[in-house]
């Protein structure tokens, strides 16, 4: 069956340290999206991408990079990491020519902690 | 834009109770409208969709939401809750114009008690 992973499911690290989060869908869906849950907030956009060579910024992006180098991969860099960082965090992807209209499907997230 | 306003953060219910979780959006264009469940320390799953059409839309689990848009709302319901519904509910909103980006509420956690 075709599925969405991430990579750490948990991942401890200290301010300043360069961290990068994977995630491997076998979809083959174009769209892919990287999301951040914090309690009172929900889900909060940080980056997506809607194919190979294809990133855009989301609502919260500042201090997170995206690269998309084939269909199945967009890892998620934090550049430096900061405390403010510490969240839970969901790639999801999506299929643009499903009848759907775009249905998302999420990834089991990676609970991120910074020091 | 869109936006989406979820009113309560916490429904406490009891086993076989009624629910009802209430979401608001807002958007200039026509929408398509989600509600996906967040079992604890798992990811986001699709719990029903309104797309166009009948604006009463059935889901798993025995949910179903009413699509109203005079009053801009998805609310979410269920007439008889299980212990297993206690989840985290997330009702979402694509704007025909977003291409594929979802806008999602804060949230409601329901806690189903025996």
């Known amino acids: 069956d075709a599925e969405i992973t991430q990579s750490p499911r948990h991942k401890i690290t200290e301010t300043g340290r360069q961290v990068t989060l994977a995630c491997h869908q076998t979809?083959?869906?174009?769209?892919m999206f990287w999301y951040r849950q914090d309690l009172g907030h929900g889900l909060r956009l940080i980056h997506y991408?809607?194919?190979?060579?294809?990133?855009n910024k989301g609502e919260v992006s500042d201090g997170y990079s995206v690269s998309r180098s084939n269909t199945e991969d967009l890892p998620l860099t934090l550049e430096s990491a900061a405390s403010s960082q510490t969240s839970v965090y969901f790639c999801?992807?999506?299929?643009?020519?499903?009848?759907?209209?775009?249905?998302?499907?999420f990834g089991p997230g990676t609970r991120l902690t910074v020091l | 834009a869109q936006s989406v306003t979820q009113l309560d953060s916490q429904v406490p219910v009891f086993e076989e109770a009624p629910v009802e979780l209430r979401c608001n959006y807002s958007?200039?264009?026509?929408?398509?409208l989600f509600w996906y469940v967040q079992y604890p320390n798992q990811g986001l799953q699709l719990l029903l969709k309104?797309?166009?059409?009948?604006?009463l839309v059935k889901g798993i689990n025995g949910f179903e939401a009413e699509f109203n848009k005079s009053q801009t709302s998805f609310h979410l319901r269920k007439p008889s809750v299980h212990i297993s519904d206690t989840a985290e509910y997330f009702c979402?909103?694509?704007?025909?114009?977003?291409?594929?980006?979802?806008?999602f509420g804060q949230g409601t956690i329901l806690t189903v008690h025996p």
């Open positions: 958007s200039s264009v026509s929408v398509y």
């Open positions: 309104y797309l166009s059409g009948s604006t």
């Open positions: 979402a909103v694509r704007g025909g114009t977003s291409y594929g980006k979802l806008t």
């Open positions: 999801a992807s999506s299929d643009p020519l499903a009848g759907g209209y775009n249905e998302q499907f």
């Open positions: 979809w083959n869906h174009n769209n």
């Open positions: 991408s809607y194919g190979v060579q294809d990133t």
